[in-house]
């Protein structure tokens, strides 16, 4: 009975032994197993990690793209009147504002929509890109018309100034030629007569005065029947009149004169004498005796008389 009892108390305790032992066997193999699985999931931890990293890095740099070409257009200058085609630009500009906005905000992983953000970007950029060229394009255009612009005001300058200038000479030979044809009075002589025609001895015996000049020769001048007027001034400009109406004009002033004479011009040298009766008693004074014809002045000499 004894050795019955011992005999199933070894055998209890070789069966303990050994539900220990497989036990143990099992918590080994459990823990190798843990660890293989921790090392799995550290590796996959890595994995993904690196996998995240490198969204973020293509993400980061997809936003440092787009912020390159959004800082590119908006320190670009708009150099254009176009107001539509700003307009369109202005848009454009905000759109990549908007969509930048969101790239920044979307997370790493949503592959899907940064793509979708990078594509739209992409798009607005081929937009703008198309709009400056335009721009360009256009501002070339204005350049080079600006440049014809001004070739053509420089010619038309240079003609005027060429005109103005051939309008100076042709005035100044218009003076010339006006001055040529202006008639010259010369070797102008006063004698002063009593009233038997003789030569007065004293002032108080002055009857008639007596102006021979000579008409000088005159290619250019206008031929044919002309009038010379005559003004008889003292030195206090007190001018010797003649009864009745006797007026000309002269530089748009209408003048007395004191005697006038017609006479026939054929170019050639003329002499020509014009007398004067005295009206009035004549004082000691300087007399000067001026000659108009064709609304000129053609002499003018001043005599002493005492």
Same mark, same amino acid.
């Not at 800082?71 to 307009?87: A, H, M, R, V």
């Not at 008409?215 to 010797?240: Q, W």
């Not at 108009?292 to 001043?302: A, P, Q």
């Given at each position: 009975?004894?050795?019955?009892?011992?005999?199933?108390?070894?055998?209890?305790?070789? =069966?303990?032994?050994?539900?220990?032992?497989?036990?143990?066997?099992?918590?080994?193999?459990?823990?190798?197993?843990?660890?293989?699985?921790?090392?799995?999931?550290?590796?996959?931890?890595?994995?993904?990690?690196?996998?995240?990293?490198?969204?973020?890095?293509?993400?980061?740099?997809? =936003?440092?793209?787009?912020?390159?070409?959004?800082?590119?257009?908006?320190?670009?200058?708009?150099?254009?009147?176009?107001?539509?085609?700003?307009?369109?630009?202005?848009?454009?500009?905000?759109?990549?504002?908007?969509?930048?906005?969101?790239?920044?905000?979307?997370?790493?992983?949503?592959?899907?929509?940064?793509?979708?953000?990078?594509?739209?970007?992409?798009?607005?950029?081929?937009?703008?890109?198309?709009?400056?060229?335009?721009?360009?394009?256009?501002?070339?255009?204005?350049? #080079?018309? $600006?440049?014809?612009?001004?070739?053509?005001?420089?010619?038309?300058?240079?003609?005027?100034?060429?005109?103005?200038?051939? $309008?100076?000479?042709?005035?100044?030979?218009?003076?010339?030629?006006?001055?040529?044809? =202006?008639?010259?009075?010369?070797?102008?002589?006063?004698?002063?007569?009593?009233?038997? %025609?003789?030569?007065?001895?004293?002032?108080?015996?002055?009857?008639?005065?007596?102006?021979?000049?000579?008409?000088?020769?005159?290619?250019?001048?206008?031929? %044919?029947?002309?009038?010379?007027?005559?003004?008889?001034?003292?030195?206090?400009?007190?001018?010797?009149?003649?009864?009745?109406?006797?007026?000309?004009?002269?530089?748009?002033?209408?003048?007395?004169?004191?005697?006038?004479?017609?006479?026939?011009?054929?170019?050639?040298?003329?002499?020509?004498?014009?007398?004067?009766?005295? #009206?009035?008693?004549?004082?000691?004074?300087?007399?000067?005796?001026?000659?108009?014809?064709? %609304?000129?002045?053609?002499?003018?000499?001043?005599?002493?008389?005492?």
């Amino acid at each position: 009975m004894a050795y019955l009892t011992a005999t199933m108390q070894k055998r209890d305790k070789i =069966i303990i032994i050994s539900a220990f032992s497989v036990l143990g066997l099992l918590l080994v193999i459990a823990i190798i197993m843990l660890l293989f699985q921790h090392r799995e999931i550290e590796s996959q931890s890595a994995e993904i990690e690196e996998i995240t990293a490198v969204m973020e890095f293509e993400k980061q740099q997809s =936003i440092n793209e787009f912020e390159e070409m959004q800082k590119q257009y908006e320190d670009y200058y708009i150099n254009t009147s176009n107001d539509s085609l700003l307009k369109l630009i202005d848009e454009e500009k905000q759109k990549v504002q908007q969509l930048l906005q969101e790239l920044k905000t979307v997370k790493a992983t949503n592959t899907r929509r940064i793509a979708e953000l990078k594509k739209e970007l992409s798009t607005v950029r081929g937009v703008l890109k198309t709009y400056v060229e335009r721009v360009d394009s256009l501002n070339t255009v204005n350049s #080079n018309l $600006r440049s014809e612009n001004q070739k053509v005001r420089r010619q038309y300058e240079e003609r005027s100034r060429e005109l103005e200038e051939q $309008r100076a000479q042709a005035e100044e030979l218009d003076k010339k030629v006006t001055m040529a044809s =202006i008639l010259e009075a010369s070797d102008i002589t006063l004698s002063t007569l009593n009233d038997r %025609g003789k030569k007065a001895r004293s002032i108080k015996k002055v009857a008639k005065f007596q102006i021979d000049f000579r008409i000088l020769r005159n290619i250019t001048a206008e031929r %044919g029947r002309k009038t010379i007027y005559m003004r008889i001034t003292d030195k206090d400009e007190n001018l010797l009149t003649s009864p009745g109406e006797n007026h000309f004009f002269f530089e748009g002033m209408d003048l007395e004169y004191s005697a006038k004479k017609d006479f026939d011009f054929s170019g050639e040298t003329e002499d020509i004498t014009i007398y004067y009766t005295v #009206n009035n008693q004549l004082k000691e004074s300087t007399y000067t005796i001026a000659l108009f014809t064709d %609304g000129n002045l053609i002499g003018e000499k001043s005599f002493i008389l005492e």
